[in-house]
């Protein structure tokens, strides 16, 4: 009896469900480089993730899959029978928390009725670890069932993936362009919903377009009943109407934000095209954009950055980096390079490249008020913005759009991400008794973020998978079909 009790009271306390991890499988090892029960770095260029400047000359000793001790070279006491790792010239940092990501790929105006989404239980959980991100949040599903299975099957080694924090099916309103989604017709609907959902093991919720204020007040206060966040991607319902009624946070920077849109009625949707608009042409130096990014602050909103998949709606994007072009199957590649030239010429797309710079310095403006960011990816960008390859693009345009450091970037990339989730006491910086989640990179992101792409290893939980054979393992794999 007090056995069961105990079992009860330890099950209450973990919000989000871990499995103990047992063996790896065949197809897991096939990745993993390191496994060692004591494992030193040494000589690295230690990047904290904490926004401090690089040290050089580091070590870092794990063990049980934690962070036991960091010091100088100089002071390193070898344990005996640890597994020596010289990283002379890399770097090594914290895994990534990326915070919207999917485990599905989509396609747009491929001539059927609905936007074509298509769940990819295989290849993104591995593109994730491939690049580095150890945790990732999904921030909306399509399949749930598929969701929650995947999560497991990673967390007991029968896959290899980041950790995962699950975000449930997406809320909708009273209708939603997605023949996945529930129509959540009434407030008591949508509660229903959020609870549903909860009982399965998600832990997290988005309100996505089409929800009104009522509908989304009792999403808030149903998820906020189970102590669960909710973040949401908006359009009836303005930023500062989510922040007042409680939202923990909102996707795409201030992109989706329907603040400025002239003359917006209360709970209607604005028309197609007219919020891009506003915000390409709003003066950002102005009292009201202060005024509303200090409003969203002081509600204690965070924002998640996912300017990878925006990049693809301006016509001033770069061409996608060739490794993810060959990751791609033929036809995701022919439909995505097709795409690519399509929106470099489509004028309309023009209001998309000042509203997507508006934005990005928006970011900078919040993020030094004070505000909580956070990093994305939303791999829905056409076939465009991959797992893996997005994340670092999204980093990178941290840098290059927001005009973020280096440092500043990959703090925002792995602490933040983990303030975000409430996870900050175990994982997101490189600290003594935090989990062993780290990268070794050769070269320097805390110089030039690209860097991040020289990744070699990626060490979740004190084990080592290498990078390149997780993307090898998928070349000419992803896509919609
Ligand atoms: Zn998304």
Known sequence: MRKIILVAILVGLFTTLVYPQTTFSDETKKYIEYNDSVTVFKNALLIDGKGNDAKPHQSVIISNGKIKWIGEDATLQL??????????????????????????????????????????????PRLYLAAGATTIRTCGSIEPYSDLRIKKDIDLGLLPGPSMELTAPYIQGKSSNFPQMKENKTPEEAAAFVNYWADQ?????????????????????AAHKRKLKITGHLDIVTYREAALLGMDNLEHGFIASTDFVPGKKEDEHPAAGVAIKSLGNLNISSDSVQQFIQYVIDKKVGITSSLAVFEGYTTTQPRPDQEALNAMSPDTRDYYLQRFVTVKSTASHLDWNKAFANAAKMEKMFYEMGGLLTVGTDPTGAGGTLAGYGNWRAIELLVEADGFTPLQGIKIATQNGSVALGFDKSIGTIEVGKSADLLVIDGDPSKNISDIRKLLYVFKNGVGYNSKKLFDSVKGKVGFN
């Open 79 to 124: 344990p005996k029978g640890a597994k020596l790792i010289d990283l002379n010239g890399k770097a090594l940092m914290p895994g990534l928390v990326m915070l919207h990501e999917h485990m599905y790929i989509s396609a747009h105006d491929i001539g059927t009725r609905y936007l074509h989404l298509k769940q990819l239980p295989f290849t993104f």
């Open 201 to 221: 093991g998600f832990t997290s919720f988005k309100a996505y377009m089409g929800v009104d204020k009522p509908i989304l007040k009792a999403a808030i206060d």
